[in-house]
């Protein structure tokens, strides 16, 4: 098991920027697909984006594609989500999920919450007119 921890939350204002990171412990993350999901009060949890263990393979929510960008780095054991061009809608908890270590697929299952085994606590976001 990986203990995850999302940092770098906060509030912007519509249009800024915003850099999420999920740090791992106990566990490297240099081996593990991970994912961005968010929940907004009301709503379901879904799905943000992905980066692949080998860091080739991403996938992006349509609704982010273009403004949110997915990048690893293995050597600390962290993933970043890099978030411009914020709107309203964008504001939710945001949560870093780490699948098994190796595990493999296509790009395609990344989406699914159940591809995931650990999840992290949760940083919010808000975004302000």
């Known amino acids: 098991q990986v203990q995850l921890v999302e940092s770098g939350g906060g509030l912007v204002q519509a249009g800024g920027s915003l850099r999420l990171s999920c740090a791992a412990s106990?566990?490297?993350?240099?081996?593990?697909?991970v994912g961005w999901f968010r929940q907004a009060p009301g709503k379901e949890r879904e799905f943000v984006a992905a980066i692949s263990w080998w860091g080739s393979s991403t996938s992006y929510a349509d609704s982010v594609k273009g403004r949110f960008t997915i990048s690893r780095d293995n050597a600390k054991s962290t993933v970043h989500l890099q978030m411009n061009g914020l709107k309203l809608e964008d504001t939710a908890d945001y949560y870093c999920?780490?699948?098994?270590?190796?595990?493999?697929?296509?790009?395609?299952?990344?989406?699914?919450?159940?591809?995931?085994?650990?999840w992290g606590q949760g940083t919010q976001v808000t975004v302000s007119s």
């Open positions: 106990g566990r490297t993350l240099s081996t593990k697909t």
């Open positions: 999920a780490a699948a098994e270590t190796g595990r493999t697929s296509s790009a395609r299952a990344f989406s699914s919450g159940g591809y995931y085994a650990d």
